[in-house]
């Protein structure tokens, strides 16, 4: 129980404060593609690939549904996705991923949270918030803290529960409706070079 009260006092501070899922957790149209490549820092050389797409519907101006299917090359996995996202005052956002790996199937629940102060953004991500009939077990609390300047966003913070570590973001818009990001991840011992594109 103190476990629990801790994660949700860093979650409240990482909120009230000031996140960067913000680009990652809108979409400013209907369709979506993401492909991530990740390496590893222990094992050079060795790649994986996890694209995605999605469509998203918003039935109003404070919620919008995108179902996504994602293929895991390395796993050769099909990983259907529904994603909700709500807003208020498209200032302060939650995202909640459904996620079910039709390999291994096992159904999880991943939830995120950004707020948008100006060029200030604090977010948070909580993987596997729900997983395999279970609560809180081999989760992954992320809080990260960001600033856009111009073109590009510097995000960085703190991953906490299974893998923790420093985590750090910079990602550059090519267009208003594409980036680039690289991100490193010191809990998992990883690089990953992801580009996004709207259509």
Do not use: C
Request: net charge positive; hydrophobic share 40%.
């Amino acid at each position: 129980m103190k476990r629990i009260l801790t994660i949700m006092l860093m979650l409240t501070l990482g909120i009230s404060a000031s996140a960067q899922v913000y680009d990652g957790i809108t979409q400013p149209t209907k369709f979506r593609y993401w492909m991530p490549f990740t390496t590893s820092t222990t094992t050079p050389g060795k790649l994986a690939a996890a694209p995605f797409v999605g469509y998203k519907v918003q039935p109003g101006d404070w919620i919008s549904l995108t179902p996504v299917l994602q293929y895991n090359f390395s796993r050769e996995a099909v990983i259907p996705q529904l994603w909700v996202n709500v807003n208020y005052q498209q200032k302060y956002y939650l995202l909640f991923r459904s996620i079910y790996d039709l390999k291994s199937e096992t159904f999880s629940e991943t939830v995120s949270g950004t707020v948008k102060l100006n060029k200030y953004m604090v977010d948070f991500t909580w993987d596997n918030f729900y997983r395999a009939d279970k609560f809180l077990e081999n989760d992954r609390l992320q809080i990260l803290a960001g600033y856009a300047w111009k073109h590009i966003i510097f995000n960085t913070g703190y991953s906490i529960r299974d893998q923790p570590g420093f985590v750090s973001n910079v990602r550059v818009k090519l267009t208003s409706l594409s980036w680039v990001q690289l991100r490193y991840d010191n809990g998992n011992n990883s690089f990953t070079l992801s580009t996004a594109i709207h259509l």
